[in-house]
């Protein structure tokens, strides 16, 4: 049985590994219910002043030091991560708020379907719990992340407010829109966790266009910002620096503590009643897979052979149209002015599964302009250099394209004991090959978005058919299910192998949807953390 520790002790009830949103999320919960809590965080709080130029050049900041990349980046907190084996590369921000702190901030529920693909399409699996179960959770967290948006879409019918006005669509939303409204085409305004008034401790977003380097006016809602001041005010403690190096287990196979290393190389255990792990779709396979014992010879929680397996990006598109009109890209939210899920759902006629979500995607300043991405790729230095860069300053505007990623176990993570992180502790290898049915979707949505830019006006449609740099969205590699035999954790989190052990990141997921994950990732993890805290009378703990 769980109970709550007495102030002092060095035993937490909870110990949470991982402070981006779903540890964080997971961290509110348990202390609301007056539980203890540790969390155990291998970065740092970000410095969104003194890391950056200055406010009026937030572009020359992204090149380093926010630079999503973690191989390009090699900042303390972050470990090897072989790509050489994977189509995409994987983006992620260790720290005090997780990779939240360079997300955009589009805020995106799962569509019903998403929960039923096995039984509507044939394919992946359904998942052990579905829309209606997570609608409640989806409506606090949009309170607790400072959401704004537009209710009413009849894609969502039972999302009836939002705490916030949506975000301006602005001139290149609305051209977009009224181009929608001709093709008898879905759109509608942008939801973002991007406060547009001044929420609790978010700032009203004044529109920079830089949500993805860290919002230095703290409108865009990560949880260093939403959750962690007042989490440290209610009594949580949060260690930061501190490389999780192994969780322990009893001789009954329940999990004692987390093992870590802190920032002057000491090595530390903390133990806890109830273990959450957060780390995300490469840290959590990676912690579990360090985690070995006589019991668990393949890793922690691993008695299914799923651990690591099912990794799943969400394979991106971009498709650019260049206009005649001025429309100020770089002044607007970086999330969605607006969306589309025209072709969000399968039609067998087109030959693949599942679909696509778009949202418009302002294009940035100057230096942007030159920029790989969204422009394919293409080399922009020589005689044209100038003219191009004219055309393209103000006057474009891209459909970003977020793929539907289809479960498989060839997809992984593994251990890569050759290239170790600053501790000594192994990195990663991705192993990820984009399937032929994600090939199929993206081209026939980038077909479909450059007509869509056309009907707008676009004098030119630049295509980047799928980018290499976009793994914003790491999921599937600890799965859920109802059967322990070919899952990881059950609907709520809980490891089959190990009842004192709770998984609340996107690596749970059975499948990727085509949607920005965030926002399940949250409710998913509330959901978690309030059935242990009703069921903490049965919990099995370590003696």
Request: charged letters at 20%; proline letters at 7%; aromatic letters at 8%.
């Amino acid at each position: 049985m769980m109970q709550k520790s007495a102030t002092g002790s060095n035993r937490a009830d909870v110990v949470i590994v991982g402070a981006g949103p779903a540890g964080a999320v997971a961290a509110r919960r348990f202390v609301e219910g007056g539980y203890s809590v540790v969390c155990i965080e291998q970065g740092d709080w970000p410095d969104y002043r003194t890391s950056h130029v200055a406010d009026e050049y937030l572009e020359l900041s992204a090149g380093k030091q926010w630079n999503p990349l973690p191989n390009v980046r090699r900042g303390p907190a972050d470990y090897p991560i072989d790509t050489s084996h994977s189509d995409v590369e994987p983006l992620i921000w260790n720290g005090v708020g997780g990779s939240t702190v360079m997300y955009a901030g589009i805020w995106m529920r799962l569509m019903p379907s998403d929960f039923r693909v096995r039984s509507l399409d044939g394919v992946a699996d359904d998942w052990p719990l579905s829309y209606e179960d997570l609608s409640p959770y989806y409506d606090r967290i949009e309170a607790d992340f400072g959401v704004s948006g537009y209710p009413g879409d009849p894609a969502f019918p039972d999302i009836t407010s939002y705490p916030m006005r949506a975000a301006p669509v602005g001139p290149a939303g609305r051209m977009m829109a009224e181009a929608h409204n001709r093709l008898g085409w879905h759109w509608w305004p942008g939801s973002n966790a991007i406060a547009t008034q001044d929420y609790r401790n978010q700032g009203a977003c004044v529109q920079r266009g830089a949500c993805m380097w860290g919002c230095i006016n703290k409108s865009k809602a990560s949880p260093d910002i939403t959750h962690w001041p007042d989490l440290l005010a209610q009594g949580a403690r949060l260690v930061t620096g501190a490389t999780a190096q192994e969780i322990e287990t009893d001789s009954r196979g329940l999990a004692t503590a987390v093992v870590y290393i802190d920032r002057d190389g000491r090595t530390h255990r903390q133990e806890g009643d109830l273990i959450v792990v957060a780390a995300n779709g490469l840290g959590t396979p990676r912690l579990l897979q360090l985690s070995t014992s006589k019991r668990f010879p393949n890793g922690l929680a691993n008695s299914s052979g799923q651990v690591g397996k099912r990794l799943m990006m969400h394979p991106f598109a971009s498709v650019v149209g260049v206009f005649e009109d001025e429309l100020d890209p770089w002044k607007s939210v970086w999330g969605q002015p607006v969306y589309s899920l025209e072709f969000y759902e399968t039609v067998k006629e087109r030959g693949f599964v599942r679909g696509a979500k778009w949202n418009v995607t302002p294009t940035g300043g100057p230096q942007s302009m030159t920029a790989p991405f969204p422009w394919g790729g293409r080399p922009i230095w020589g005689d044209d250099f100038h003219r191009t860069v004219k055309d393209r300053l103000g006057h474009s505007v891209a459909w970003g394209i977020v793929a539907e990623d289809l479960p498989e176990d060839h997809n992984r993570v593994e251990l890569d004991h050759s290239r170790l992180d600053r501790d000594g502790i192994p990195g990663v290898k991705m192993i990820y090959k984009t399937s032929q049915n994600t090939k199929d979707l993206l081209a026939f949505n980038v077909a479909r978005a450059q007509e869509s830019l056309r009907e707008a006006g676009a004098k030119e449609t630049i295509v980047a058919p799928m980018i290499r740099e976009t793994g914003w969205h790491l999921l599937g590699t600890a799965t859920m299910g109802d059967d322990p035999s070919s899952s990881v954790v059950d609907q709520w989190g809980r490891a089959h192998d190990v009842p004192n052990l709770l998984i609340v990141d996107g690596s749970t997921w059975p499948t990727s949807s085509g949607m920005n994950p965030t926002p399940t990732i949250a409710a998913f993890s509330l959901r978690a953390a309030e059935h242990a805290v009703e069921s903490a009378r049965s919990q099995k703990v370590a003696s």
